[in-house]
């Protein structure tokens, strides 16, 4: 739409100068930052149930929610020309951030690692009890 915007202006009806360019956006730009936004919305609803049913997973996805909460706003702001920091691109600065965010829920609580996951459903279905034991024979943990 982007490319063509020259036949329809759909997504820029035009641009103005007030020390740094600025568009003055169509109706095609707002449909297009609903359908965002409808995403953004699955997206959250998704890591809420996650972080409601796996307690194991609660500190990752409440990165990721930060994450995506900070970037949603920021894009926001920047669309309606609401942005405080301007010229300088919000959205482009919690991006980073949110990346960051991704990769510590990522890497530092091993997020995607099935190990634990794997573990505490087994456990949570045996009918009967277990001891753990270490090399020295001693009881380490016990369901």
Known sequence: MILTNDFHHLIWLSFS?????????????????????LLVALHVITLLWLFVRSPLHRWPVGLILLGRLLTATAYFLGATNRNPFAPMDLTILTVNLS???????????RMLDLIPVARETVIEQMREGMLVLDAQRRIVERY
């Open 17 to 37: 100068f007030d020390g740094y360019v600025q568009q003055v956006r169509g109706t095609g730009f707002w449909i297009l930052i609903g359908y965002g936004y």
């Open 99 to 109: 990346s960051g965010l991704y990769t510590l829920a990522l890497f530092r609580f």
